[in-house]
């Protein structure tokens, strides 16, 4: 038997269209995609552009941001105007990171910096083409149109079958759900970081997993790191790598989170749980897509998505000098707010016969009943510890079961007020009064615990200071250094020790009109 032609059996040459006003630069990227079996079309302007773009459609679109009679930004704007479902990858210059931000949130599924590198030039547009080509159409419920945020119109969103699988676990039909997922089902489609917001025991990390499902990234691995739960002087190592003979105890080579999480997606937990000084690893890792083991004298280029997550107001450590302001805008340019569950209680019915399915497969026991009283009970209960409270109550009452029916023990579970997120709420019940013959002693409060490290503890009082005169000051740095009783070259030398960053994005040591 035969086999078939090459041009039967050989899938259609993607189509790509570059875009760039460098004639040079123009021919080296066309060369370069041609040889990796690329049709390519190439243009010098706008206008050039979309003669292209009208004429017939393409997998990718490359642009230059600076061209002789507009934006790149123009393009991604109009493709997104359009539903046209080319994935539009950038091209900024070095140092001009607040325009790549911008393009990702305008709808670019990637950026590159200039000078580019071919072969992350060519990585990056085979992601594109793979993204293009993945999406399938999977019927979603529909979702008014009003509802959305920005003319988002959940409704006509594509998803790969994978990722309808991995919507399907966030369990839940309520609209403030279904939001949601038809934000995650939009996000997916590209490369920009996306922030997880929500309290603790929402489903955060289920939200990045479904990030991940719905991308062209799904049969990559995804990467969950709990920034938390890492001793900081194991931080670097832990996420960069390390080389044998590094550190006492390190008999072998070892790749970090970043190296693990290659193609895939790489989930932050508790990002604001993160020490400062790493911080600003992370940022360069994030920058460069390229990391250095520790031991090693060469930089490992590493292809990750970062979805990160924290149940903190990260705005608010920014200004207290606990959060890089550069690594927030470049970690938020997405968010996803992930709803409390005294938010949907109309999910709790779907919600608990999901978790006592999967309570009784862990257990291999059948699945207990789910009666209308229990469910009646639940609703009345505060369950400020969101879906994680509601999982802990189903697991007591299947192992307290000793009939038909469950029974929800709510002994044992915290007050409202205990919860570490919760507003302070006014006392339910008088306090307790002593007797008027015996004065009540007020107790004495313990002393603060001695800092480990005075000059850490001193650092971060002044930086906590300084944050707050500068904001108050509308960071006019004379009227900060005025109010706090020191010199304009005083506010600017601490600005600059302790690595505060104001909206100008410099350090304290340039001055500006306002000092």
């Known amino acids: 038997m035969s086999s078939l032609p090459p041009s039967a059996a050989a899938p259609r040459p993607a189509q790509i269209l570059v875009i760039d006003d460098e004639p040079d630069l123009r021919t080296l990227y066309e060369l370069t995609l041609l040889r990796e079996g690329y049709r390519v079309e190439a243009a010098g302007s706008v206008s050039e552009a ?3 773009l009208e004429a017939g459609r393409f997998d990718a679109v490359i642009t230059d941001m600076r ?3 507009g934006e790149g930004m123009e393009i991604i704007h109009r493709i997104q105007k359009d539903q046209r479902s080319e994935r539009c990858v950038v091209m900024t210059a070095y140092g001009s990171a607040e325009n790549a931000v911008e393009a990702l949130k305008a709808g ?11 072969k992350q030039f060519r990585a990056v ?28 119109r959940p409704d006509a969103l594509a998803v790969t079958r994978s990722g309808a699988t991995a919507l399907d676990r966030l ?30 025991g929402t489903g955060k990390e289920l939200v990045a997993r479904a990030v991940h499902g719905c991308s062209q990234r799904s049969e990559g691995p995804f990467v969950a790191v709990n920034c938390g739960a890492i001793p900081e002087n194991l931080l670097e190592a832990e996420f960069f790598g390390a080389k044998k003979g590094s550190y006492t105890g390190s008999a072998q080579d070892r790749d970090g989170y970043f190296q693990a999480a290659r193609d895939g997606t790489l989930f932050l937990d508790e990002i604001g749980d993160l020490p400062l000084a790493m911080q600003s690893k992370l940022l360069r890792a994030i920058q ?17 998505r970062i979805v990160s997550a924290t149940h903190k107001d990260l705005h608010a450590e920014v200004l207290a000098g606990r959060f890089r302001q550069d690594l927030f805008y470049r970690l938020n340019v997405i968010e996803i707010a992930v709803p409390a569950l005294r938010e949907r209680r109309e999910d709790l019915p779907a919600l608990c016969t999901a978790l006592l399915a999967r309570i009784a497969q862990d257990g291999g026991l059948p699945a207990p009943r789910l009666s209308d009283a229990l469910l009646q009970r639940l609703a009345q209960h505060p369950l400020d510890g969101n879906v994680r409270e509601l999982e802990n109550l189903l697991h007591r009452a299947v192992a307290l079961n000793d009939g038909d029916e469950l029974h929800i023990d709510l002994m044992g579970t915290l007050p409202t007020a205990t919860r570490s997120d919760a507003a302070p709420t006014e006392p339910t019940t008088a306090p307790v009064v002593a ?11 313990a002393p603060p615990p001695l800092p ?9 009082q002044e930086r906590e200071i300084l944050v707050r005169a500068l904001h108050e000051s509308g960071f006019n740095r004379t009227a900060a250094a005025a109010r706090l009783g020191m010199s304009l070259r005083q506010i600017r030398y601490r600005i600059a020790r302790l690595g505060i960053s104001t909206p100008n994005g410099d350090d304290g040591t340039t001055a500006h009109a306002d000092d």
């Open 171 to 200: 369990v839940g039909d309520s609209e403030p759900m279904r939001l949601v997922k038809s934000r995650i089902a939009k996000v997916a489609r590209g490369m920009a970081p996306v922030l997880v917001r929500g309290e603790s």
């Open 288 to 304: 460069e897509r390229s990391v250095r083991a520790i031991g090693s004298t060469q930089e490992d280029a590493v292809d990750v």
């Open 435 to 445: 007797p008027a013959t015996v004065p009540a002693a007020e107790p004495k409060p």
């Open 108 to 118: 670019a599924f990637d950026y590159l910096t200039k000078p580019v590198d071919l």
């Open 67 to 69: 061209l002789p009679d």
């Open 452 to 460: 480990s490290d005075l000059q850490a503890w001193l650092d971060q």
């Open 125 to 152: 547009v085979a992601s594109a083409v793979q993204a293009n080509r993945a999406a399938v159409v999977v019927p979603q419920k529909p979702v008014p149109q009003a509802a959305g945020r920005g003319g988002e």
């Open 50 to 52: 979309w003669q292209h």
